[in-house]
């Protein structure tokens, strides 16, 4: 029967478009955020059954990848995003009304940002995935530095990002080749790819919350 939950799917709006991320109020699970790859925020407050247009961010060529919403206060909400036209340029956007209205951070403006995640444990803490590397903020996107290696090609193109839900220093990022992940705050690197393929890139990386020693990734090629 535990199989069956998902057996069945149904196809809520709005029409048209190419849907990128979706994301749910932790605290409202029927307000869901859906973003598109031309820069449109949509909002359903009952569920998917109808929604409306919340806000446009950066241009018609931003592709909003994640959102990600603070289980703490989800009122605060976090969007990546990336140009289509330009794809090594890109943004991180903040609401703190619930998106009524929006700021891109300074501190990471203009990187292309194709990953994003925040702390459980912490939701100052947030981290993002960029074409030029790893970043982390610790103070909810006021600033930001780099905790991947400037000098490491490897560690670039990076797709996917995780933060351990119960050790602050264990981060993990997919790259566009194999996956990686550093147990002390990004001081040293180590690449995670026994059983896959040598060539995958890492397109998601899930920590099991309640043992984090569960680690899933999704990979082109393999899985």
């Given at each position: ?52 247009r ?11 990848d ?21 794809q ?7 609401s ?43 103070n ?84």
């Amino acid at each position: 029967m535990s199989a069956l939950w998902a057996g069945q799917w149904t196809a809520l709006g709005p029409d048209g478009g190419d849907v990128r991320s979706l994301a749910f109020d932790p605290q409202n699970p029927d307000r869901i955020y859906l973003g598109t790859s031309t820069g449109t925020l949509f909002l359903s407050s009952d569920g998917g059954h109808n929604w409306s247009r919340l806000a446009h961010l950066g241009g018609d060529d931003t592709v909003l990848d994640h959102i990600v919403i603070d289980p703490q206060n989800p009122k605060h909400i976090y969007v990546s995003a990336w140009s289509v036209v330009n794809q090594q340029a890109g943004d991180v956007f903040r609401s703190r009304d619930s998106g009524n209205n929006w700021e891109a951070l300074p501190g990471v403006h203009g990187k292309s940002v194709r990953a994003l995640a925040i702390a459980s444990y912490d939701s100052k803490v947030l981290v993002i995935g960029a074409l030029d590397g790893v970043f982390r903020s610790k103070n909810g996107g006021n600033s930001w530095e780099q905790i991947s290696p400037a000098s490491q090609a490897e560690l670039k193109n990076v797709e996917s990002i995780a933060i351990d839900p119960k050790n602050p220093d264990v981060v993990y990022a997919g790259t566009w080749h194999l996956a990686w992940k550093t147990d002390d705050s990004g001081a040293s690197w180590h690449r995670i790819n026994k059983g896959m393929i040598d060539d995958s890139g890492v397109f998601s990386v899930i920590v099991d919350s309640t043992n984090p020693a569960g680690v899933s990734a999704s990979a082109c090629p393999g899985t």
